[in-house]
T-cell receptor
Framework: DAGVIQSPRHEVTEMGQEVTLRCKPISGHNSLFWYRQTMMRGLELLIYFNNNVPIDDSGMPEDRFSAKMPNASFSTLKIQPSEPRDSAVYFC????????????FGEGSWLTVV | GQNIDQPTEMTATEGAIVQINCTYQTSGFNGLFWYQQHAGEAPTFLSYNVLDGLEEKGRFSSFLSRSKGYSYLLLKELQMKDSASYLCAGLLTDKLIFGTGTRLQVFP
């Protein structure tokens, strides 16, 4: 079975450019999460969706960040405009909604903003 | 707050036993997860505890005390491949909140 699929795996972009990260959750999973990981702050939850609806976006750093989930098999995280401090690994993860259901991570998108 | 605390780094010797502790200071958590993350890779699931007590799974065991807000991950018969970061995470309703992770280095 395919796991969570993310693209791009690596991206280097210039400050001010728009960045779009993409995620395909595991088929049948109805919860989707976007995390950001840095050395300083570890894994931070940015936003999560249940049944394509954003439930909690309190972790989104600022208005430059936005996330959408137009259908059950696709989500995007967009940064516009990007800044060097956005450099991090962005993980998408999915699970079947319910207490204790395991969250499975994608391989991550490694973003460098120069 | 939703603080999850764990040591930053630990070292151990191949074949030994190591215990990685995690404390959390919050209400509303519905369980405790442990994930393993090798450098440059995604976190992978190790264990989940929702009831007090010890859950054993091969060389790895995880313990939870809800009243004390305390968990630990026990790794036995350490192997070199166990060198990784171990992430403690609390389940709050539907979302998983992670600690900053404990980087374990296993030496021969």
């Amino acid at each position: 079975d395919a796991g969570v699929i993310q693209s791009p795996r690596h991206e280097v972009t210039e400050m001010g450019q728009e960045v779009t990260l993409r995620c395909k959750p595991i088929s049948g999973h109805n919860s989707l999460f976007w995390y950001r990981q840095t050395m300083m702050r570890g894994l931070e939850l940015l936003i999560y969706f249940n049944n394509n609806v954003p439930i909690d976006d309190s972790g989104m750093p600022e208005d430059r960040f936005s996330a959408k989930m137009p259908n059950a098999s696709f989500s995007t995280l967009k940064i516009q405009p990007s800044e060097p401090r956005d450099s991090a690994v962005y993980f998408c993860a999915s699970s079947i909604r319910g207490p204790g259901n395991t969250i499975y991570f994608g391989e991550g998108s490694w973003l460098t903003v120069v | 707050g939703q603080n999850i605390d764990q040591p930053t780094e630990m070292t151990a010797t191949e074949g030994a036993i190591v215990q990685i502790n995690c404390t959390y200071q919050t209400s509303g958590f519905n369980g405790l997860f442990w994930y393993q993350q090798h450098a440059g890779e995604a976190p992978t699931f190790l264990s989940y505890n929702v009831l007090d007590g010890l859950e054993e799974k091969g060389r790895f065991s995880s313990f939870l005390s809800r009243s004390k807000g305390y968990s630990y991950l026990l790794l036995k018969e350490l192997q070199m491949k166990d060198s990784a970061s171990y992430l403690c995470a609390g389940l709050l309703t539907d979302k998983l909140i992670f600690g900053t992770g404990t980087r374990l280095q296993v030496f021969p």
